[in-house]
């Protein structure tokens, strides 16, 4: 009998980091039934001052990063930036195995800029951090608008609760989707949340007397089957088309079209991983009028065919199945 090793993460933690987002790879990982092992390293291997007022204990060296499988930078408060780095933390840097995976939770995405693993490559951090992120670095191709970018042996995430969403995502990568989830619920999160950071970003609190679009949010959800227009939203919602659209991007981030999709291809991911329903059944069940518009559409969001997405994330055991 084979026993399953733990798939290594180590922690880089620097001075000024939020203890809220350090934590999250152990919390994360370490849901998954001893699937991952978790460590924290400093670039000196000494404690690090975190922005809340107290310390902490690293539980290995750098060296320690030569040995992992996924090493994550966590973020330190935009104040200890800086745009060139410290010998110890080039040093922790160049510990990296060349087929490690490098991830990087908020504003440790300057870390990996500032160290050259950013170039030719798409990256995101918290959206407040863009401005300075391009200034300093324009030759790197910056997407604040999401929650986290994928570019295979580097990854980077939003702030805060995004990196609960990497984390999650690279469950799902390397153990599938049924891990991703039951992590998820041990964690009380959501598996997977749609849309990106701009529905975070600051705007005026909506007057209490406004007219919400939640009902006619859900009642899209119950017929995502049946061809929807922005109109029948509308008057779904007793609003102009146009009070509407404004009106349910302030609420969601999203455009409405943009949304359905969303919401379209959630579903239809779901029955890839935890069915056996056919491509064809399940673009009719979530809208698509063809199988090749699903495949047109899960291409573009995800880079994959269904068939490839369902080879790669599917559940060990189905749900339902279908003669």
Same mark, same amino acid.
């Given at each position: ?91 922790a840097l160049a ?8 991830? !990087?939770?908020? +504003?440790?995405?300057f870390t990996l800029? &500032?160290?050259?693993? @950013?170039?030719? *490559?798409?990256?995101? #951090? /918290? ?112 609003? !102009?088309?146009? +009070? ?5 991007? &302030?609420?969601?981030? @999203?455009?409405? *079209?943009?949304?359905? #999709? /969303? ?21 009719t069940t979530v ?37």
């Amino acid at each position: 009998m084979s026993v399953r090793v733990p798939h290594r993460v180590v922690v880089l933690a620097q001075a000024g980091a939020y203890p809220f987002e350090l934590g999250i790879p152990a919390r994360v990982f370490g849901a998954t039934d001893g699937a991952y092992d978790v460590t924290l390293c400093t670039p000196n291997g000494a404690p690090i001052a975190t922005n809340a007022g107290f310390a902490v204990v690293p539980t290995a060296g750098i060296d320690a990063i030569s040995h992992a499988d996924t090493v994550i930078v966590a973020p330190v408060e935009p104040r200890f930036l800086k745009r060139s780095l410290d010998d110890g933390v080039l040093a922790a840097l160049a510990q990296i195995r060349p087929d490690a995976r490098v991830v !990087s939770i908020c +504003t440790g995405v300057f870390t990996l800029a &500032a160290a050259g693993l @950013l170039k030719g *490559r798409t990256a995101t #951090t /918290h959206w407040e951090c863009g401005p300075l992120f391009r200034s300093w670095y324009p030759w790197i191709n910056l997407d604040e608008n999401v929650l986290f970018v994928d570019e295979g042996d580097v990854l980077t995430s939003a702030g805060a609760a995004s990196g609960i969403d990497l984390c999650l995502h690279l469950i799902r990568m390397d153990h599938g989707s049924e891990m991703a989830t039951r992590a998820a619920r041990r964690c009380v999160v959501a598996p997977h949340r749609d849309g990106g950071q701009a529905q975070f970003i600051e705007r005026p609190v909506p007057d209490p007397r406004d007219a919400s679009t939640s009902e006619t949010r859900q009642w899209a959800l119950e017929r995502l089957g049946e061809p929807l227009t922005v109109p029948q939203l509308a008057r779904h919602a007793h609003m !102009s088309e146009r +009070t509407f659209a404004r009106r349910f991007r &302030a609420e969601t981030g @999203l455009a409405p *079209r943009r949304w359905l #999709t /969303h919401q379209r291809l959630a579903l239809a991911r779901e029955l890839l991983e935890t069915t056996d329903i056919g491509i064809d059944e399940i673009a009719t069940t979530v809208g698509y009028a063809t199988a090749t518009s699903l495949r047109n559409h899960l291409a573009t969001a995800l880079g994959l065919s269904p068939m490839a997405y369902r080879h790669t994330f599917r559940s060990r055991q189905p749900s339902a199945t279908t003669a």
